[in-house]
């Protein structure tokens, strides 16, 4: 674990999809808050972002197995196993130099010590400018 100048402490952790197939690793802000998202495809999955810069992010296996899903405004790239089906990384719209991580897929992820927020995806435009605000 690794702290830095803006109070982040940054940890090393491992995920991937539920068949194996997809591994990866990424240093995390475990100090960042998790967003839950209401939008259709979240709500649909499950899914629990944890946002992660792109030089902070290495897929160790699978690039061969992913399979792409864009809809809407296609900004978004949804990534899936094409094995088991399960989307454990995407690149999103909302943040474009991260990648977002669903925190159900990283080995020992620890949700007790998280701070989830909601994310309106439903209007998302509206969502989104109120985050950007400071």
Same mark, same amino acid.
């Given at each position: 674990m690794?702290e830095?100048?803006?109070?982040?402490?940054?940890?090393?952790?491992?995920?991937?999809?539920?068949?194996?197939?997809?591994?990866?690793?990424?240093?995390?802000?475990?100090? #960042?808050?998790?967003?839950?998202?209401?939008?259709?495809?979240?709500?649909?999955?499950g899914?629990?972002?944890? *946002?992660?810069?792109?030089?902070? *992010?290495?897929? #160790?296996?699978?690039?061969? #197995?992913?399979?792409?899903?864009?809809?809407?405004?296609?900004q978004?790239?949804?990534?899936?196993?094409?094995?088991?089906?399960?989307?454990? *990384?995407?690149?999103?719209?909302?943040?474009?130099?991260?990648?977002?991580?669903?925190?159900?897929?990283?080995?020992?992820?620890?949700?007790?010590?998280?701070?989830?927020?909601t994310?309106?995806? #439903?209007?998302?435009?509206?969502?989104?400018?109120?985050?950007?605000?400071?």
């Amino acid at each position: 674990m690794t702290e830095n100048s803006k109070n982040q402490v940054k940890k090393l952790l491992h995920g991937g999809c539920h068949c194996g197939a997809i591994q990866f690793e990424a240093l995390v802000d475990i100090t #960042q808050p998790l967003l839950q998202c209401n939008c259709s495809i979240c709500s649909m999955t499950g899914f629990i972002h944890l *946002f992660v810069p792109h030089q902070d *992010f290495q897929l #160790q296996q699978g690039l061969d #197995q992913l399979t792409s899903y864009q809809f809407n405004t296609a900004q978004a790239n949804h990534l899936f196993c094409s094995v088991c089906g399960v989307k454990s *990384f995407y690149q999103p719209r909302s943040h474009p130099k991260s990648w977002s991580i669903n925190a159900h897929c990283l080995k020992n992820f620890d949700f007790n010590m998280a701070v989830i927020k909601t994310f309106d995806g #439903q209007n998302w435009e509206q969502a989104q400018a109120e985050m950007d605000q400071p």
